[in-house]
T-cell receptor
Framework: AQSVAQPEDQVNVAEGNPLTVKCTYS??????LFWYVQYPNRGLQFLLK??????LVKGSYGFEAEFNKSQTSFHLKKPSALVSDSALYFC?????????????FGTGTKLQVIP | ETGVTQTPRHLVMGMTNKKSLKCEQH?????MYWYKQSAKKPLELMFV???????ENNSVPSRFSPECPNSSHLFLHLHTLQPEDSALYLC???????????????FGPGTRLTVL
């Protein structure tokens, strides 16, 4: 069975500092990895995804994520955090061997950017 | 967030009430989903519809009844709910009628449901 782990419930970072939100995964086949962001009282918004190719994926709002197959990780990063980045971030994995729907979401990491 | 809309945004209901949640997607997608989001838990997939046909039902209690009259609309009918059903219910859609691994799901803002 596939799984996603977000080991940190909350990450605090000062505005202007780099941020990292961690995600590790476990799948039986090739992983397709996603990051979503959820602002208060809003639905999930797609940030970026890794399908194949370059291990560094660039997404919306200046975010990027690095796929590391040996460490089975897909950490979300941003060089300089903004207060407006404060939100809940979800990592998700889709197993290529799955059927119609084998999307697994993590429990989410709350990012707090401190002015 | 005009791609996927959900109404109502907030709903408070008693355990004996019957209510419905509505989702509409304006993206021309062929697949729609219901998720349940509870605090400190991963998103739980409830139902998947592809070309108006239900293709996934993840052991959801019968007090939740989905309906997909066309590819743009999805309903979740609720009856005799329990307090533990209180959560944020999210609707999503994706393009392909057969969900490809690379497809991106687009989410609505959710309905915050409180069962008293």
């Amino acid at each position: 069975a596939q799984s996603v782990a977000q080991p940190e419930d909350q990450v605090n970072v000062a505005e202007g500092n780099p941020l990292t939100v961690k995600c590790t995964y476990s799948v039986s086949g090739n992983p397709y990895l996603f990051w979503y962001v959820q602002y208060p009282n809003r639905g999930l918004q797609f940030l970026l995804k890794y399908i194949t190719g370059d291990n560094l994926v660039k997404g919306s709002y200046g975010f990027e994520a690095e796929f590391n197959k040996s460490q089975t990780s897909f950490h979300l990063k941003k060089p300089s955090a903004l207060v407006s980045d404060s939100a809940l971030y979800f990592c998700a994995v889709r197993d290529m061997g799955g059927g119609y729907q084998k999307v697994t979401f993590g429990t989410g990491t709350k990012l707090q950017v401190i002015p | 967030e005009t791609g996927v809309t959900q109404t109502p945004r907030h709903l408070v209901m008693g355990m004996t009430n019957k209510k419905s949640l509505k989702c509409e997607q304006h993206l021309g997608h062929n697949a729609m989903y219901w998720y349940k989001q509870s605090a400190k838990k991963p998103l739980e997939l409830m139902f998947v519809y592809s070309l108006e046909e239900r293709v996934e039902n993840n052991s959801v209690p019968s007090r939740f009844s989905p309906e997909c009259p066309n590819s743009s609309h999805l309903f979740l009918h609720l009856h005799t709910l329990q307090p533990e059903d209180s959560a944020l219910y999210l609707c999503a859609s994706s393009q392909a009628h057969r969900l490809r691994p690379t497809d991106t799901q687009y989410f609505g803002p959710g309905t915050r449901l409180t069962v008293l």
